[in-house]
């Protein structure tokens, strides 16, 4: 599985992104997908994450703000964040994972689309 994200951009505190991540692959429906990120200095950490039933679960840093979503036919997950602030600045990183359910998808990677929230 090969996963592409995009979508990451310059945004002033409040504002809005859409990250996508595009999957290659036959089997995208059956894979659990997820968001990670990683500021500067900082270790990765978890944002959200959506498994093969659409069932969603949020970081609660994000809880509120943050909407990932999927669309099978396109083999694409989505993450549509709202009201971003400084702190939301980082790499993000879209992963996919084997087991349908997880809630830590990490068997799979993209190459990461950097989000800058200035205030």
């Known amino acids: 599985v090969q996963l592409q994200a995009s979508g990451g951009g310059l945004v002033q505190a409040g504002g809005s992104l859409r990250l996508s991540c595009a999957a290659s692959?036959?089997?995208?429906?059956?894979?659990?997908m997820g968001w990670f990120r990683q500021a500067p200095g900082k270790e990765r950490e978890f944002v959200s994450a959506?498994?093969?039933?659409?069932?969603?679960y949020y970081a609660d840093s994000v809880k509120g703000r943050f909407t990932i979503s999927r669309d099978n036919a396109k083999n694409t997950v989505y993450l549509q964040m709202n009201s971003l602030k400084p702190e939301d600045t980082a790499v993000y990183y879209c992963?996919?994972?084997?087991?349908?359910?997880?809630?830590?998808?990490?068997?799979?990677w993209g190459q990461g689309t950097l989000v800058t929230v200035s205030s």
């Open positions: 959506i498994n093969w039933r659409s069932s969603t």
């Open positions: 692959g036959r089997t995208f429906s059956s894979y659990a």
């Open positions: 992963a996919a994972d084997k087991s349908a359910s997880t809630w830590y998808p990490n068997d799979y």
